[in-house]
């Protein structure tokens, strides 16, 4: 599939879920199957690694909407102040369930396309705006070299290895710690990078074909509006 399609497969497919419904949700958890399935053992580990990062985003996300909504609070053995409400819950589940969806669609595009292919991708799509005066070129320069930066210094990120029956006050201050030091360390080598020079290799415009894909998959989420389960 031509990378610009996937990018705009993958716009529309989050536009579709900003707002789903019970049926555009499995219709879209079915289509992340299907496309998972697919995929390498290495492609299908990298795509969930995203959703694995941002796990306790996911988690508060169902405690907020859980236990700050108000309605019926969830039968169970709990005081009624430690009780989630069932609507609370329903729609942290839902909007988690959301996240979760759009991170893999997320780790797929990734891991199927390369980084000049993204970047060629989203200069094509944003080729357009020449017309109004901006320079996309620049941003697609810009792109590039903030994405070969974060790879460059990934390695910066990671905190040193915890010691044996480490306590959870002391992870804490070990990471901010770690986090204290990062941000002069990034400054600094910022600082000493070389001027580097970026080549755009431009992919040739996808076939009128391929744009059935997009259009396709518009059409399953309009349809899944009028199915009721």
């Known amino acids: 599939m031509h990378p610009v399609i996937r990018v705009v497969s993958f716009l529309l497919f989050c536009i579709a879920l900003a707002r789903p419904d019970q049926e ?13 399935s697919r995929c390498s053992f290495v492609q299908f580990t990298r795509a969930l690694g995203m959703v694995r990062r941002l796990r306790w985003l ?3 996300v169902v405690v907020i909407y859980g236990w700050f909504t108000p309605g019926l609070p969830v039968s169970l053995p ?4 430690l009780l989630p409400t069932r609507i609370g819950l329903e729609t942290g589940l839902v909007r988690a369930f959301t996240l979760i969806l759009i991170l893999l669609a997320a780790g797929l595009l990734l891991v199927t396309t390369t980084r ?20 996309p070129e620049r941003l697609a320069v810009r792109l590039s070299l903030t994405l070969a930066y974060v790879e460059q210094q990934q390695h910066l990120w990671r905190a040193p290895p915890p010691p044996q029956q ?15 030091s990062l941000l002069p ?5 910022a600082t000493e990078q070389p001027r580097q020079s970026v080549t755009l290799e431009l992919p040739a415009p996808p076939g009128l074909i391929q744009w ?10 309009i349809i899944s509006t009028f199915i009721e389960l």
């Not at 555009?24 to 998972?36: D, E």
């Not at 709990?78 to 102040?81: F, I």
């Not at 894909?213 to 989420?221: I, N, S």
Request: proline share 4%.
């Open 58 to 60: 996911l988690l508060s």
């Open 116 to 135: 000049s292919e993204l970047i060629a991708a989203l200069y094509w799509l944003l080729a357009p705006l020449r017309y109004l005066g901006l320079h």
């Open 185 to 189: 360390r990034l400054f600094e080598q």
């Open 78 to 81: 709990l005081p009624d102040y």
């Open 24 to 36: 555009q949700l499995i219709l879209a958890g079915l289509l992340i199957a299907a496309l998972l």
């Open 212 to 221: 059935g894909w997009p259009v396709a998959l518009c059409a399953g989420f």
């Open 166 to 180: 480490e306590r959870l006050q002391g992870r804490i201050n070990r990471i901010a710690r770690h986090l204290g």
